[in-house]
């Protein structure tokens, strides 16, 4: 299995340009979930998906952040119009409670600069 | 609600010492428990987890993790530190549902020789 794949892994972007951020799950797992990690606020919960619908996004910070996950296999995190306080290590997580909550996996994260 | 609360956001030991880094959680349903552990510039990396059998859990690199009902806690030993092991730790709870993970603030552990 390759695990959880995030790309790209690190992104260096002008303020007001739109970034893209997307993510693999491991295949058979059923959810998915997108953290921001900053040294100021640590590890923050942004949104997570079930079966690929949206359950929670009250973590979302703003407007400009979007998060879809047309299909079991992708899921994308939109920032439009980043800002410098966007800069952040973004990771992706998936999981299954279908056979036994066993936590989660996490991807390798996307390291995003917004200059 | 499920929450969990490590103690100390920075612990420090010798090369050789023990390690104890603290978690103590809150949860309305007998919960999951879970060390993860990031190291430099890496995602997190699951080191163990209870989920209702064994008591004493044993994870990756030597650590392991004891399960107190009556403490509310799931504190995360090792006997011996090696320099390898300078990280942060996360320890997490599940929450009612099952589906989803309640994090700490994370621990760093410092290892110096």
């Known amino acids: 299995d390759a695990g959880v794949i995030q790309s790209p892994r690190h992104e260096v972007t002008e303020m007001g340009q739109e970034v893209t951020l997307r993510c693999k799950p491991i295949?058979?797992?059923?959810?998915l979930f997108w953290y921001r990690q900053t040294m100021m606020r640590g590890l923050e919960l942004l949104i997570y998906?079930?079966?690929?619908?949206?359950?929670?996004d009250s973590g979302m910070p703003e407007d400009r952040f979007s998060a879809k996950m047309p299909n079991a296999s992708f899921s994308t995190l939109k920032i439009q119009p980043s800002e410098p306080r966007d800069s952040a290590v973004y990771f992706c997580a998936s999981s299954t409670e279908l056979i036994n909550f066993q936590g989660y996996t996490f991807g390798s994260g996307t390291r995003l600069t917004v200059v | 609600a499920q929450s969990v609360t490590q103690l100390g956001s920075h612990v420090s030991v010798s090369e050789g010492a023990l390690v104890l880094l603290r978690c103590n959680y809150s949860s309305s349903v007998p919960p999951y428990l879970f060390w993860y552990v990031q190291y430099p510039n890496q995602g997190l990396q699951l080191l163990l987890k209870?989920?209702?059998?064994?008591?004493l859990v044993k994870g990756i690199n030597g650590f392991e993790a004891e399960f107190k009902k009556s403490e509310t806690s799931f504190h995360l030993t090792k006997p011996s530190a090696h320099m390898s092991d300078a990280a942060e730790y996360f320890c997490?709870?599940?929450?009612?549902?099952?589906?989803?993970?309640?994090f700490g603030t994370g621990t760093r552990l410092l290892v110096s020789p």
């Open positions: 209870y989920t209702s059998a064994a008591t």
């Open positions: 295949s058979g797992h059923n959810s």
């Open positions: 998906f079930n079966n690929n619908v949206p359950i929670d």
């Open positions: 997490a709870v599940s929450d009612s549902s099952f589906q989803k993970l309640v």
